[in-house]
């Protein structure tokens, strides 16, 4: 792939550390993205980084689930002009696009189930300067163990606050001779079943229309007989974009899902995939290599057994819910930087 | 002339209404007008001594209004908000009525948030209520001039042209017919999400406003875009 080879050498993706040498390499300088379990992020030095909380990665060793690793990923940055980091609450998030530098990229971490979750979910796409500028990221989460007991936490490192209720995103410009590409790798597809379209923005969904007709998704889905573990798929001019289902409250004749569905898209549950690995790796040969930067989901992770098995070019955190310009589920979103052609 | 009369001049505020106060604030370069309608400027009197309000007057509003060389200018009035006083602003609107045009124009040609409000020192979060009510209110119609051919610059950089708002390719473009071969995300989900947003509207001034903003993406990316650029417009013509 053309963009693939020019991808530059410099910081590729990051690596998984024990908390005393991620210490070190905040204190040795640079730029960082980081994730840790909440206690760790809370030890780890000032400095220049943004992080955020999950227990989940993948490492050089596969799939882990770890409270005391680091995984520390090293961000391309700019010799002319220094990145920085800004917060947002839910009033004012819509201006990160705005505040993000004419030429470079913006990576933001966002606090799983919070305002500041939610507004990003349904409005980012409105956001001024949206689609114009790079913008990726991840949502911090928690251990499942934990839920009810604790609370997923941005970081701004800068000065070792943990936001609960803010989003923490870094501002990077980039030199003029380079580009920030993001990109999606996404193994779902759509089954080009039914179609079902929604009424309004929510993540929380009763009526629907399948096919046109009036309907109700959870009974829609208990009719089926859907495997829940697959998304509602839709494509948004060739990308497949997915919605994960959360829960089904066949009572309430309610489905909870894990990112919001939009009025006016089409979507179809997704084909059930084989392997996730070999699956992956089809889909990662031409995009994952050479990225800086890349976050997958925790429902891959969880859904696809990846504890202890690799998926090959690909290390990082695995997140509640994954940014490349708006908020996704289940898809590994990556960063690269791309050397522009003098 | 006196200083009122002035700035009255200035401010474009005609007859019957006039300048009650003024307050220069050399430092922070703001300047403060309070006007009143002349032939209600006693019944403004008249309410606050009496304690009640009359009709068309109201809690005292800020506007800001436009600049005064290099000074910001904040137009006060008891009066009513109104929509027609190019000194006056609506209810929720930060502005007054002419500057709002001013920036909703700019906005309609494509021009970015951050240009705005550094070239007339607006607060972002000014600029962003005053569209946030134009959507809600569906007050769309102004209309601006065509932004030009502001891509000289572009197009001697050895960059393929960037078709002018008025080509047929960004309609084309829209449809979505022939874009099959976009390969890159943010184009992608920036015409979908331009698709939807269109969807069942019928409101020429906010397509164009959608094709300036998909125009401007390209101008913004012009350099990262350079070696699809031509093919994507070339199919998108075909």
């Not at chain 2, 960004?170 to 939807?196: P, V």
Request: proline content about 6%.
């Amino acid at each position: 792939m053309e963009q693939a080879q020019q991808r530059m050498d410099g910081p590729h993706g990051g690596a998984l550390l024990g908390a005393e040498q991620a210490a070190a390499m905040i204190r040795s300088g640079g730029w960082f993205a980081i994730a840790a379990d909440e206690p760790v992020l809370r030890r780890l030095p000032q400095g220049n980084w943004i992080g955020g909380t999950i227990p989940y990665f993948m490492g050089a060793n596969g799939g882990e689930i770890s409270r005391e690793k680091v995984h520390v990923t090293p961000l391309p940055t700019s010799a002319h002009g220094g990145p920085w980091i800004r917060r947002y609450d839910a009033e004012h998030l819509h201006r990160i696009c705005v505040d993000a530098p004419e030429h470079g990229y913006t990576l933001v971490i966002l606090p799983a189930m919070t305002p500041v979750h939610q507004t990003y979910a349904r409005e980012a796409p409105g956001f001024e300067d949206m689609f114009l500028k790079p913008v990726f990221g991840w949502v911090a989460g928690i251990h499942l163990d934990d839920i009810n007991r604790c609370s997923p936490a941005a970081v701004d490192g800068s000065n070792s606050v943990l936001c609960s209720q803010e989003a923490v995103a870094l501002h990077v410009p980039l030199p003029e001779s380079q580009v920030a590409e993001i990109g999606i790798v996404n193994i779902f597809e759509q089954d080009h079943g039914d179609v079902i379209r929604f009424p309004s923005a929510s993540f929380t969904i009763t009526g629907c229309t399948v096919n046109g007709r009036q309907d109700n998704l959870a009974e829609y889905l208990r009719r089926r007989n859907a495997d829940l573990r697959l998304p509602l798929v839709a494509d948004y001019s060739g990308s497949m974009i997915n919605v994960s289902v959360k829960a089904v409250d066949e009572a309430r004749g309610a489905v909870e899902l894990y990112a919001p569905v939009f009025p006016g898209v089409e979507y179809q549950l997704a084909r059930p995939v084989g392997d996730y690995v070999q699956a992956f790796e089809r889909a990662l040969r031409d995009e994952g290599a050479g990225t800086a930067c890349s976050f997958n989901c925790v429902l891959n992770f969880l859904y696809s057994d990846l504890e202890g098995r690799c998926t090959p070019g690909f290390n990082g955190p695995m997140t509640f819910g994954e940014v490349a310009y708006q908020l996704l589920n289940q898809t590994m979103v990556y960063m690269a930087v791309r050397r522009l052609p003098t | 002339m006196n200083t009122r009369e002035l700035y009255r001049q200035l401010l474009a505020i005609g007859d019957p209404w006039r300048v009650r106060r003024l307050e220069i604030n050399v430092r922070d370069k703001r300047l403060d007008i309070w006007v009143e309608h002349v032939a209600g400027s006693t019944g403004g009197f008249l309410s606050r001594a009496l304690g009640k309000k009359s009709a068309g007057f109201d809690r005292e509003r800020v506007w800001r209004h436009l600049n005064v060389g290099r000074y910001r200018a904040f137009v006060h009035s008891e009066a009513a908000p109104s929509g027609v006083e190019p000194f006056l602003g609506e209810e929720g609107i930060p502005f007054t009525n002419a500057m709002a045009a001013r920036v909703s124009s700019l906005l309609a040609v494509g021009t970015c948030y951050r240009a705005i409000c550094t070239a007339m020192d607006l607060d972002f979060e000014d600029v962003w209520q005053l569209k946030a009510a134009r959507y809600r209110g569906a007050d769309t119609n102004d209309t601006a001039p065509d932004a030009g051919n502001e891509l000289v610059a572009w197009t001697s950089g050895g960059l393929p042209p960037i078709p002018d708002v008025s080509d047929p390719v960004w309609e084309r473009m829209l449809a979505g017919d022939h874009n099959s071969r976009i390969k890159i995300l943010s184009l992608r989900l920036l015409l979908s999400q331009t698709q939807i947003q269109l969807r069942n509207v019928d409101d020429p001034s906010l397509r164009q406003q959608k094709i300036h903003k998909l125009r401007r993406y390209f101008i913004n990316n012009a350099r990262a875009l350079r070696p699809e650029m031509q093919r994507i417009f070339d199919d998108v013509r075909v």
